[in-house]
Every structure is written in C-alpha cells, then in structure tokens.
C-alpha cells in the first residue's frame, strides 16, 4: 500500500500535526481541509523516540482570514480546562482536501480507507502510547467509526454523542463545529471536565 504512494503522500502519511507533541492534550480530527500545499516546509521538525520518526509543524495554526471552527474550539476547550496552548492538534487521515466529497489524485477511495485503518491509525496510536498525553479527544464521529479507531484502541463501541473513557485518558466527540447543533453545548461541557479532570490527575502524579 505504501509502495504505490509519491514522495509528497508518503512525507503527508508520517506528518503527525502541529504545536509541540509533548503537549499534555491533543485534538484529533479527520483530515486537512483545503488543497495540498508545500510537502515539507524548512520550518517543520523531525521527532524521533522508541525506535519511531515523524515530522511536525511545531506552531499551532493561525487563521489569515477566517478562522476554522477546528482551531477555535480546540483553543476554546484547552483554556477552559486550564491547559493554555498547551495543546496539539493532529488528524486521523493525513492527505488534505477540500472537503470530505473531493476526490484524491493518485489513489482510490477504497485504498484510501484502509490506508488510514491499516496504517496511519496505528501510527497515531504508537505515538499516543510513547508521548502520553494526559488526554486525547478525536473528533468527527464519522471518521472515528469509518476508521475503527476505538477498535484498533480495544475500546467498547457505544452511541453516545460523546463518549469518555477517563481511566485511557480518551474521548471521542462530534466534529469540533457549532453549526447545525453538531457539537452542543452539552458536548462542550462534558468534554471540558474531561479534560480539567484529566489535566488534575496528570498534575497530581509524581
């Protein structure tokens, strides 16, 4: 599956996302929006730990316009749960496009689909697992269940709009958008203790 991917795409699937990684929170969300852009800017970091390499962007993006409901709400729950910027956002798929119906050159719909539940989702967990933030929510309810992520984490499938899991340090939500009552003010509060309670333990731990 790697070996059919280009040098851009194969750079794009090991790019683990933006802010600093030892962040004690991180945001995980489907995939980039909007169209490719340089593969591999001078200003982005190698990170390498346990044998594993990756490459990240170590400033949290800043809106040149309008801002993303993404970046926004993210910001908007790491401070109310007291962690600042502390916080990094990351996806589960790694090719950005325009919106969820655009089509990606070079590969097939299918392929694409297995691609993120074969490899970049374990990837990701990898990583999870050696940085150890003290919380991580995924977001886009759609894509977390497309993808198996709480499958490939061992965790139970529920329905619940929001589902926590506070002992792995793990929620799971809808897209971080206010439009159309996609992610409620309810959504919102439980995710805030989540975090506020995960964020405590951490600090409390020697």
Known sequence: MREALTPEQAYRLQFLGYGDPASPVWFIGIEEGGAWREAQPETHRALHLDGRRATYDPSLPVADGRESSVWRISRQLAQAAGAGTGYFLANMAPFPRP?????????????????????????????????RPAAVVFHGKAAWRGYRVRESLGLPVGDARVQVHPDQGLAFAPFFSRRLGILTAADIEALTGFLTAAIATRRKTP
């Open 99 to 131: 919106s969820l119906a655009s089509r990606l050159d070079g590969i097939d719909a299918g392929d694409y689909v297995r691609l993120v539940r074969e490899v970049r989702v374990p990837w990701l967990i990898g990583w999870l697992r050696a940085l």
